[in-house]
């Protein structure tokens, strides 16, 4: 059974860091990409980053660039995400999601595969 699980979310003040982890089960984890969504309440599904998983290439979005980064651990099965200076914008559920086999290192979420359940993440100002 393929399961991706996030953890690391919650409250946390403007300015400030989190760090969002996704471990994931029931496939080869080298043969997948794994991407970071957030989608806020009346807002569509945004992609902000993904992380090849067999060479550890990397894509992010514009909008979180230079603040968030992704890294993975394969020994674990884990993607994680951490996140710096955020903003009361960057208030949402934030998803992990796999994309694979010969997976194209896309932000585009349909062409994800498997999606974890979500962790709430919310900044107050």
């Known amino acids: 059974e393929v399961q991706l699980v996030e953890s690391g979310g919650g409250l946390v003040q403007a300015g400030g860091s989190l760090r969002l982890s996704c471990k994931t089960s029931?496939?080869?984890?080298?043969?997948?990409?794994i991407g970071w969504f957030r989608q806020a309440p009346g807002k569509e599904r945004e992609g902000l980053a993904c992380?090849?998983?067999?060479?550890?290439?990397?894509e992010y979005a514009d909008s979180v660039m230079g603040r968030f980064t992704i890294s993975n651990d394969n020994a674990k099965n884990t993607v994680y995400l951490r996140m710096n200076n955020l903003k009361a914008e960057d208030t949402a559920v934030y998803f992990c999601?796999?994309?694979?086999?010969?997976?194209?290192?896309?932000?585009?979420?349909?062409?994800?595969?498997?999606w974890g359940q979500g962790t709430q993440v919310t900044v107050s100002s």
């Open positions: 029931g496939f080869t984890f080298d043969d997948y990409a």
């Open positions: 999601a796999a994309e694979g086999p010969l997976a194209t290192m896309t932000l585009f979420s349909p062409h994800y595969d498997y």
């Open positions: 992380i090849s998983s067999i060479d550890g290439v990397t």
